[in-house]
């Protein structure tokens, strides 16, 4: 009877379904088919704009129309597509890409981790980086150490990385920030020598390569963000990716309460603890850090478009780059290490300390212009005033990291800008400079 009631909703959600699909579809790809005209000085160049769709919103009512909407079927497809994608062995999605960074570090420091980080050891990791890349580090009681990062990529800086891994080190912790690529060769080396695990925060990095190999893949466990503003999105949600089964497992049960239900031995624990009921049982710690089906339904048609929207953002930052290095004076320009494939998050740039410019004479000219602007995420982490609250340590001057607080920053780079978009950017950066020149 129960079954007969079940299918009999299903039959109803799926007339609704067709009958509905063409003219939502219609309406909703009516709203989605033109791409607003470029026009120089009046429309907007943007940070982000959503990459979402009819077929995301018509995949989302389908979830919201059979009430299907916790951590579901589409979840499973959707993480499945992506370790598929990034060719790793497992992969579990979470609500954000900052519980991405809470489950993965738990995994590595759950006492069910064969080769678990000791309390209080140290993780290096980038001064320059988002703030819940670092916060994570202190929840799970480990101490982050700041080293330096390369202006030419805003990655963290490897040529003294042997000197920063003292005895108390346990963790690489990687950045491939702005999309741009980590020296994963010379992490990898360090890792070996000293004996320490790698977890890549790839929040920023979706698609990006090392030598061929999908970041991501390379450490022992990775973080990835599908917030709006990042290269695919399922609005809010992130994955930790990893080839150990032993970590997929764990984060599988720290995703979800510390339960049993998702677990490969689930029916082992059962048969160990007769008195629990299985349905209710803890054998772990745990958050609730589960994402929801809608955001399923976003990422199992988002992973399909990511390819294309990597393509747009590479050509758009070939197109700046050939551009801005006649102003080579001015800027440090990002340069694409050839053992790496860039997924370019944005376009950065760096002012250098002798320009007749400041950064704040440039963002403000650049606003007028309608160009929006950000700093590169947490600037130096260390000059934040939440540092007061981590206990930490730092190797070197960090005078890059610095200086990225001080004169980095970046305008949009993403599927929706162009040639004309690029074009134009450049061309005010250059009117600028020929202004301050002028002047002089
Ligand atoms: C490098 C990095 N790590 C972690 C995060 C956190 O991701 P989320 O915003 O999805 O929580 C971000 C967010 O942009 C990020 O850029």
Redesign the pocket.
Known sequence: MGKDIQNESLIIVSEIMTSVDPIIKKLIEKKFEKQEEFIPGKSVISLIKPSFGPDEILESLDSLLTTNVTMGIKVKKFEKLFSKYLKSNFASMVN??????LVALSALTNPEFSQKLKKQSEVITPAV??A??VFPINNVNLKPKFVDIDLENFCMKTDDLDDAVSSNTSLLLP?H?LGNVCDMSKIKEVSTKKDLLIME?C??AHGAEFKGQKVGTIGDIA?F???L??HITTI???MVVTNNESLYELSKAIRAFGWIRDLKHKDELTKKYPKVDPRFMFTNTGYNLRPTEIQGAFGIHQIKKLDKFIKIRNENRRYCTKRFLQYEDYFIITKEDPRTKSVDFCYPLTIKKKSPFSRESLLKYLQKKKIETRPI?SGNFLEQPAIKYISHAKHGKLDNSKLAMKNSFFFGNHHEIGRKECEYVVDVIAQFIERKLWKK
């Open positions: 954000s890409g900052s519980s991405a960074n980086t988002w819940t890349t950045v920030l925060d929040c920023e973080s963000s599908f917030f503003s990042h809010e949600g992130g995420m």
